[in-house]
């Protein structure tokens, strides 16, 4: 494994183009583009203040940066470096700024979620959208890039409306049946669109495009509820993970559970459990010399490979601590491999910040505080 020199970055703002050419970091106030296989400086460009949020464009022709501070958003192009866009939001302010799917519109979030102001690059024109909800996911747009699904809080109530990105017209608004939405996801077919409360009440909506109610959700009453939920590619199957350490997987005919999975501190009854050992090489006292020590020799150098455990197996946890807010219990994050086949989950009490499939399907990316892992595994036509 090869390393390149190490470049500087600020705020961890630094993001691989979507067609993988490019890579933007961001130095202060700033923006530094490189070309992936050389690592040269392709284009440098300077901001009116710090960057707080950069964004590729879906095509990798724009970048966006964003100064909340001074509710500013600059856009820069790579096939014309002379031409820029600067956005004032005044003093209304800015809290978020984000890409549409086409990558020629900008929707800019200003502060206490009075409105969202939607910014077109190619005839100037702005759109407004008004009581956007202040929630855990309140926005998300439907896989083709057609529709945007937006959660709105009027009244003391919650509502959902249904945006067509093409011109930004409202194509449906109804109210739902949540005391507090906390978020909403487009099923990857953009056919069903799923709304969840807040962590108070277990309870999972799914909406159709026009706004009909197709079906409700609820595992239990009176205790803590949902925190995570992810389709699957196929749009068959939704994984809903909660706060007591469990995922439930429901289907898309009936809308009823067919599976329910747990994570247990202790694993009794599997196929194989491996453990990863860290071992130091054996250091003779020839070898203790400052010389030897200054000039890079295996004293330092530390060795791992995975072992067979024996079951049973204690799994190693954090217990969360319940005197101070926001504690990490429950399933936090859910990912579905590509071809449905395979759920990783992620429970509180495990060291692990976030998890994704490799696109080959057979290799896991764990991503800790401090450290990268990539975890594969073996697999036989019979298993699937």
């Keep these: 494994m090869n390393f390149s020199e190490v470049f500087k970055q600020s705020n961890q703002l630094c993001k691989v183009s979507p067609d993988g050419k490019y890579l933007a970091t961001c130095v202060q106030y700033r923006l530094v583009v490189r070309d ?3 690592l040269q400086i392709m284009h440098l460009y300077t901001c009116l203040d710090q960057i707080s949020h950069m964004e590729w464009s879906s095509d990798s022709l724009f970048i966006l940066c964003a100064m909340y501070k001074r509710g500013l958003v ?57 009581y956007p909800k202040a929630c855990q996911k309140g926005i998300d747009f439907s896989r083709d890039g057609s529709y945007m699904a937006l959660a709105e809080r009027r009244d003391c109530k919650d509502f959902v409306s249904i945006f067509v ?12 049946e949540t005391q507090d939405l906390a978020g909403l996801e487009w099923s990857p077919n953009g ?35 949902v925190k995570s939920v992810s389709w699957s590619p196929s749009s068959q199957f939704l994984a809903i993970g909660s706060y007591d350490e469990k995922v439930r997987i429901i289907n898309h005919i009936t809308w009823k559970k067919i599976a329910q999975f747990e994570h247990p501190a202790t694993v009794e009854s599997t196929k194989t ?20 020590i200054t000039t890079g020799s295996t004293l330092f150098n530390t060795q791992s490979k995975y072992e067979i455990c024996s079951l049973p197996v204690q799994i190693p946890v954090v217990k969360p601590d319940p005197d101070r ?14 071809d449905n086949h395979y759920l990783a989950t992620k429970n509180g009490g495990f060291q692990v910040h976030s998890l994704n499939w490799h696109c080959s399907d057979n290799s896991l990316i764990l991503l800790g505080k401090e450290q990268l892992c990539l975890c594969y595994m073996e697999t036989d036509e019979e298993d699937k």
């Design 36 to 38: 992936v296989s050389t």
């Design 191 to 225: 056919c069903v669109l799923a709304v969840w409360d807040s962590c108070l009440e277990y309870k999972v909506l799914l909406y159709s495009l026009d706004g009909r109610l197709l079906s409700t959700y609820s595992a239990y009453e009176w205790s803590l509820g």
């Design 165 to 176: 990105c093409d011109d930004w017209h409202l194509l449906r608004h109804f109210e739902t």
């Design 273 to 292: 459990v491996y453990k990863e050992v860290e071992r130091r090489p054996a250091v003779g006292t020839d070898e203790m010399s400052l010389h030897n």
């Design 325 to 338: 807010a926001n504690p990490k219990i429950g399933v936090s994050v859910l990912a579905f491999s590509s």
């Design 74 to 130: 600059q856009v820069w192009s790579l096939e014309q470096p002379d031409w820029h866009c600067k956005i004032d939001e005044g003093s209304i302010g800015l809290v978020s700024s984000r890409w549409s799917p086409d990558g020629r519109h900008i929707l800019n979030t200003t502060e206490f979620h009075l409105r969202i102001t939607v910014w077109s690059l190619c005839t100037k024109a702005v759109s407004y959208i008004k």
